[in-house]
Nanobody
Framework: EVQLVESGGGSVQAGGSLTLSCAVS???????IGWFRQAPGKGREGVSC????????YYADSVKGRFTISADNAKNTVYLQLNNLKPEDTAVYYCAFHNNYGYNLSAQQVGFVEGRYVAWGRGTQVTVSS
């Protein structure tokens, strides 16, 4: 019932910036959107998440201070601003949906527990060259 579409990926040089978008459709009442990433040969790791319920935000330590998550609730779109990109940020970035209806959880409470996310986008590639 829920569909997520990521966009905004691309290739940049180290130190550059990108803005990723996650468009949510099919269920827009209440949710937490998480951003995850997966580099070749590595497992998927949580990056950031935001709760529509209370506007709370949560970041992985590795990106804190460089990435910013935000949401335009009227457009049902979540953004991830990537600043000061490093080659190690190269990965496919996915957004994921947690149904927060009736739960009213903060972003931190949902965190990066993948089992709490029930729908995933197909991902958008971010490549950072040195």
């Amino acid at each position: 019932e829920v569909q997520l579409v990521e966009s905004g990926g691309g290739s940049v040089q180290a130190g550059g910036s990108l803005t990723l978008s996650c468009a949510v459709s099919g269920f827009t009442f209440d949710y937490v959107i998480g951003w995850f990433r997966q580099a070749p040969g590595k497992g998927r790791e949580g990056v950031s998440c935001i709760s529509r319920s209370d506007g709370s935000r949560y970041y992985a330590d590795s990106v804190k201070g460089r990435f910013t998550i935000s949401a335009d609730n009227a457009k049902n779109t979540v953004y991830l601003q990537l600043n000061n990109l490093k080659p190690e940020d190269t990965a496919v970035y996915y957004c994921a949906f947690h149904n927060n209806y009736g739960y009213n959880l903060s972003a931190q409470q949902v965190g990066f527990v993948e089992g709490r996310y029930v729908a995933w986008g197909r991902g958008t590639q971010v490549t950072v060259s040195s």
